[in-house]
């Protein structure tokens, strides 16, 4: 096959263009970077940690430690880049710090919230306040939770809430996703309901399971119309593994711990794991009602009693007929359950009125070790 | 570089042309659609709920809600586009449901199977028959498992049986596999074993483990003839994780919940969790004997005594020798217990009489809630 | 477009030309398999296995059986193509094997180490000296384990070590890689941690959570500079699940059971699982001190006392202030605990004194079953 050579000039000449370019690209560069400083916010954030009391399931209430009260905690909404200050009140009788988790912290270590490693021991102290300042340098699902005594307040009292990071240049997937949906899946010991101090050792048994801290059928449906694209950002907040089966779709398994697979693969069967972060997208494609539920089976129950726990139903809203029979008939909906109507708001710190827990009576007030 | 370009007539001639070719291929593909629904068969079955009493283990007896009167199910063998009626007649005691694990239910999700969600709670009320109606729109390894009580129906009594979906089309790897393997893994709780409406609750404690509802040494060895392609089509049936691990032979993974991963990747051990229906092909060249095994160690146990629970062996054709100590010598044979003679006979409903129970003695038959 | 073809001929005079070609690769071939097989090492290695006592947390000393007296077992490193024997000798008080996990074994089943199934059972007997012999076929992380009993003596007595692999072909992530970090997660149930024969049973719960057989704070820093490319790998050595996070960094998957994925993809919590040995690469681009853990709560405490169990603390040579409340101020560095010193030492089997037991005395010699 006949070769054909481009010509290229070799001589001094090509210095002065090279340089020339050098210099155009370093001006351009630091005109985008100033841009992106624009860009990149500074927000500040306050939260409280208070003891209250929630339902969990009809048949079970837990002490909490609750930031702002709720559990999930709020959302925190931030555009990668943006500069973050929150200021933590710890109004409860026991120490505290937040770790955020899946977070760089890119020198900036001692913002990582662990006693004894980045910050003084045993952490915030009831009455104080601390500040964490970080950058939201990794774009994603993300979340936040106590770092003290991780057995007892992240297991099973409620130290959680999520964080979802815009991406700065969010790809042809993330642009796609018509309803978002955060799902902190976690577990519950009911022995220790009431005593704040105890439970969550390798012995006890969790025997309550929820999402977003509600057992089924506290939980909500997942409303949907057709069309929609659904992103479940599924976060393993406790000590349980739960293997979410959704009926009548696939999940695309798309992102982990934030990022986006390269090439994403579909599933009917996800198994969420502690600590995981990770987002399947569904194609809300196949009209009707549809049970999406923890299969490993006792984690469907209350305490063994079938259905309960990690169960929601997807509605959607042109195919939910009035069946008498339907178990959800007549159930007072709350969009925002799944943090879905908070996800439309902006960047902000944003509470759920309905994570709120009711203050503890004096009956219900009791410390352990 | 020298610049090529083909010359196109640009004339109101090649209108023409693409007019015929559209007309073509829109007979073409009307044909071909034709052809494919005249393929899709309509398949109608029956089924029976029994409660009988399996084997389990050697030292252990179990009473179970059996499809067909068998642990596992009948095989459900049908081809992509499938129509099928499955006609179920309740002769248990307690009501039931089938949940038909995998497939989409396209405008028809209330053949899903779920009490109160798709079919009126509590399900198919003893002696009642129930017609489901479905099409198998996606290809691959599904299942099917009762939907009521999940905890004590699928999780330990045994309401599971295993669907396949043959591809409308096959892929290179689909075609190349010479022998289907079909592993159910489950797990069990002798201390419910003898009652039915017990067990399961999330603090109750699985001490036997099995593969297609059998605990070494009454499970089967996988016989192969070297250079066999294996699909190993796992199933998480129960509440246990099952860490399976294959010697001598590494596991493509390359199916996930039926369908097939851009890319299969190679391990030895593969977790398979609950609601999970995953398959590997495995490349039979190393002539041998060699134990498949859950690496979760006490799976491997009969209620502690080791060997028992989820363990096979992979037996060549061509190198088994009658050494005296092996634990299989004089072994019976059945070829069918992991269904890989069934699945050559075409489409249908396949029974196996070993799967089959025995009928409960009145001292056996008892009922707790 | 024009197309251009060269031409070839095709007269009797190319089938002289091939044959010589073909002559010529053949005996290039056969002189690279002698260089290979020259360079293929035969390594012949001694080990005993000893009934010793070893500290796993400060409040837990446990009896176990030990490779070369110590737990994890000694480091065996190879090249790919090296055949390898290894001489047992059981100086214990119950009958045990060798299992390689993860070497195919190839023509040399009787060499995989399964009693009852490829050598006699029960085992090697007490006093009794065996031989393996294998050849490092698959390259990457492995790792050798007691194949009798194995919810005993694979679970909670410590019979475990790691196998390096060096391919003969690295990669070019193999070769960026400066430090070498081998992790055995397991797990321990204190109730036996004084007899023999005892423990392992599926209704036994572990309450102590280790890397490489030590509790936090008993296990030791990942020290790194600046720059270094970390390789960790992460061996379900017990019987728990352990989902590993790392603080301040991802870790880019890319090694499942000893080979590499296509397609690497990186997460800041993996689900390490008995039986699996995979691999992931961490760049030390972050300066400071970070925790690693295991997220399932329990497993982050000694017997329900957090911080404990699966803990390890990142240290940057660089950042590391000395903080007078960090954890681990004063802490006595070893830097071998992690096996990165012997994995610089070549080829060889190497013991490390730090994991090594003391005697048993009379009053924790005991025997169950």
Redesign the interface.
Known sequence: ??A?Q?THPHGHGKHIYRSLFVAVVAVLTLGLLSVNQALAAKREFNMTIEEVRIQVAPDLKYNVFAFDGQVPGPLIHVKQGDEVTVHVTNNTSLPHTI?W??F???????N?G?P???Q??PGIQPGDTYTYHWIAE?PGTMWYHCH?????H??IRGMWGPIVVDPKHPSELDKSVTKDVIMMLSSWESKFADKFGTG??????????SMNAKSFPLTQPIRVKKGDVLRIRFI?A??S?H?I?S????MLVAY????Q???P?????V?V?????NDVIMHM???????MHD???????N??K??GGAIT?IEYTD?NPK?D???WNGKKYDPDFFYSESMKKGYGLFDHDAFKGEPLTRRHHHRGR
Chains 1, 2, 3 share one sequence.
Do not use: C
């Open positions: 096959m006949q054909v481009s770790h988790h899946g760089y912290q890119t020198d900036n270590w001692r990582d662990v004894g490693v980045t003084p021991g990794k003290v005594n991780v057995n007892e992240a297991e969550g050792k390798p012995t006890d048994v969790a025997d309550y399971f393993g406790g000590e593994l293997a089966h009926h009548g779709h696939d982990k711990d934030g990022l697979l390269k090439d693969y579909p599933v009917d069967t198994l794991y502690p600590g995981s972060h494609n196949n009209s009707g009602r549809f049970i299969h490993i089976d006792p984690h469907s129950t305490n063994g079938y259905p139903i195919s069946d029979w339907y178990v």
